[in-house]
């Protein structure tokens, strides 16, 4: 038994960071109160290889601010996966259009692309596929469906900074692409998200949105519109900025990270974990173990007994149509009798120990601790 619990994410923060943030509370005032917003949207912009990124306080607010600024709102359908976290889907009620929730691929755990034709109708106006624990979709197939039905794409690859699908990197193949820097994600602001966009049109509806329906340039505080405030702050850019300079140190631990796991648990049959389809580079954001349903060990009972030994985990994510925030919709009843991948798969699943604080010894601890669950 070890002494301190395991958590399931966190940071890896260096004397880098602490410079930056550092810097930006001392100095990021006056002349220099853009400073660090600018640089870190500028060298987050050249990472991804899109024309803009406009940094905002989390990913929530860069899905609403694309909805927005695509003009998606009542009487509209967005099309989701059913596995992914509610930020994906909770703005589409925001703008008052509807979620429509599509089955994920057995294998990426992402939006099928098969699933999404299904769920096509004459108010589909745009679809969020989500790049699920650091894996992608079948993006060319998804981006043929969107084109011959005129969808936006917005692309949510809160999970997936610095993946790549065939040398494309995660977040660029939509009409927007969203990031969220909360505090488990893999790179960090503390609370943070930016949006990217090759739209010189989107871009410039994203900043009046943001700031209240200011008119770029506007002294005068003659807004325009009603709009919102979603801003990020000079010291979140800063310490986004240090860690955007050090993404590649940071993909390669999580990417190490899974390696061990993966050594681990090879020879345990009954146990899968995340794949990396041929043309894809996954950051597996975090380590994920589906367990063979013939087992019968639910993800409940599992997450209860590798707490007991110490180990923080989480539930693969429950279909969304399952929720109570969504299961009486008739959309959310239709996703039950469609969404059959979706519904096999996340009673079976967990998400193991995946901070930047896990060593060789910690995934060792972990993995004995899940087989031993499993063999009890
Ligand atoms: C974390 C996450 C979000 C939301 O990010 P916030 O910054 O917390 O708003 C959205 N989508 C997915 C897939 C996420 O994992």
Request: charged share 20%.
């Amino acid at each position: 038994m070890i002494s301190e619990k395991i958590p399931v994410a966190g940071p890896w923060i260096t004397q880098k960071e602490i410079d930056y943030v550092t810097d930006a509370v001392a100095n990021g005032w006056y002349e220099n109160s853009t400073k660090y917003t600018h640089m870190f949207e500028e060298a987050f912009a050249q990472y991804t290889g899109v024309k803009y990124a406009v940094s905002l306080p989390s990913c929530t607010s860069a899905i609403h601010l694309s909805l927005l600024a695509l003009g998606i709102g009542p009487g509209h359908e967005v099309i989701v996966p059913d596995i992914t976290w509610i930020a994906t889907a909770a703005p589409i009620s925001y703008v008052g259009a509807t979620a429509v929730f599509a089955d994920i691929d057995e294998k990426t755990w992402c939006l099928s692309a098969e699933s999404l034709q299904e769920c096509l109708s004459p108010k589909t106006r745009a679809v969020i596929p989500v790049d699920l624990y650091g894996n992608m979709p079948d993006m060319n197939e998804i981006q043929k469906t969107a084109g011959n039905y005129g969808l936006a794409v917005i692309e949510d690859a809160a999970e997936a900074i610095g993946s790549e699908f065939y040398g494309r990197k995660a977040g660029s193949f939509g009409d927007t692409g969203v990031f969220s820097f909360h505090g488990s994600k893999t790179l960090t602001t503390g609370e943070g998200g930016m949006l990217i966009t090759n739209d010189s049109e989107i871009y410039e509806r994203c900043l009046v949105l943001m700031d209240h329906g200011r008119q770029s340039g506007d002294i005068l505080f003659w807004n325009t519109e009603i709009a919102y405030k979603y801003k990020m702050s000079s010291l979140q850019a800063a310490l986004g900025l240090a860690q955007l300079e050090r993404i590649d140190e940071l993909i390669e631990k999580k990417r190490m990270i899974f390696q061990w796991y993966q050594e681990e648990l090879k020879d345990h049959k009954g146990i899968t974990l995340n794949c990396e389809p041929a043309g894809i580079n996954n950051t597996y954001w975090m380590v994920t173990a589906i367990i063979d349903a013939e087992l019968g060990l639910d993800k409940s009972h599992l997450l209860e007994q590798m707490n007991k030994k110490q180990i923080a985990g989480r539930p693969f994510f429950y279909p969304l149509s399952m929720l109570p925030a969504y299961c009486f919709s008739e959309e959310a009843r239709q996703a039950q009798k469609r969404n059959i991948v979706s519904y096999k798969i996340s009673p079976y699943g967990i998400n193991l120990p995946s901070g930047f604080n896990m060593d060789r010894d910690k995934v060792r601890y972990v993995c004995d601790s899940l087989i031993s669950v499993l063999n009890d």
